[in-house]
């Protein structure tokens, strides 16, 4: 996939959307509500994943773009629960480890309340398709 | 509290998340459940290929791995995912159904291993494969901020 500056329809379902830094650098944004309740009160594990998922995209979105853009497919994802998702606003942000040329290594953290407090972590290998070079006359 | 697979599957579908995403139940063994997840344009995360996004194949393999907790114990008991890991092996195929199946192959006093395979038709050519663990909590989460 070409990694969108919009977000796709599951980014819709989840209901979170996207705030920027002024250099452009993306944080979701996860209100709580009945779309995405695992147990009563709780946030479903589930759906902090896909948050941690469409973090770790807007960012390479955002990392590739610099660099003349490319599609991502997802390989391998593992995420950590660390603490119940309680009845909050999410946010989550993401950060490039390593962007190289076939394969880019991407860590990203949700929180509540303290950022400093996760509630969840994931670790995500993506496959990345460069545009071929244009060969210059 | 006894777990009664019966009673769940015969209510069909599930609330909250996995409703939102029109997860629904669809075989289980002693140690092992199996979930279906109906093609839906909302679920993409890829408009040019028209395919799903990772988050609603985590979300349907949490949820088969936690019923095969159950199933495996033989009662429902309170638990949190510890940590779950996903291998895409390729993109579901656009419009097909997905069917997610966990088995839980061992369980100690608080901890459960699962794994499990999703595939969008023939379960000899799976989408993903997950790895991960639960653990008890009681009946209170002991783990919040």
């Known amino acids: 996939m070409n990694p969108p500056q919009t977000l796709p329809p599951y980014a819709h379902l989840l209901g979170c959307t996207i705030e920027r830094t002024p250099d452009g650098v993306p944080e979701l944004i996860l209100p709580f509500a009945d779309d995405v309740i695992g147990r009563p009160g709780f946030l479903h594990g589930g759906a902090i994943a896909g948050l941690l998922e469409v973090a770790a995209i807007a960012m390479l979105a955002h990392g590739l773009e610099e660099e003349g853009g490319g599609r991502i497919k997802p390989v391998t994802v593992t995420v950590d629960f660390m603490r119940g998702g309680r009845d909050h606003t999410t946010r989550a942000a993401a950060r490039i480890v390593r962007l190289g040329r076939r394969i880019a290594n991407v860590e990203a953290i949700a929180w509540q309340d303290d950022r400093d407090r996760p509630i969840a972590a994931a670790r995500m290998t993506y496959r990345i398709s460069r545009p071929e070079p244009v060969l210059s006359e | ?145």
């Open chain 2, 1 to 145: 509290m006894r777990f009664d697979i019966d009673r769940f599957a015969a209510a069909g579908g599930f609330g909250g998340h996995g409703g939102r995403l029109g997860m629904r139940y669809h075989a289980h063994g002693p140690d092992w459940a199996e979930l279906a997840l109906p093609y839906d344009p909302a679920l993409v995360g890829d408009p040019e290929s028209g395919v799903i996004a990772s988050g609603p194949i985590i979300t349907i393999m949490d949820m088969a791995t936690s019923l095969a907790v159950w199933l495996k114990r033989g009662r429902f008991v309170a638990h949190a995912t510890l940590d779950l890991r996903v291998d895409y092996l390729r993109p579901a195929t656009p419009g097909a159904t997905v069917i997610g199946r966990g088995e839980c192959y061992r369980v100690t006093h608080s901890i459960a291993f699962v794994r499990g395979q999703a595939h969008d038709g023939n379960p000899d050519d799976p989408v993903a494969h997950v790895t991960g663990t639960f653990m008890t909590t009681g009946l209170r989460d002991t783990r919040q901020p």
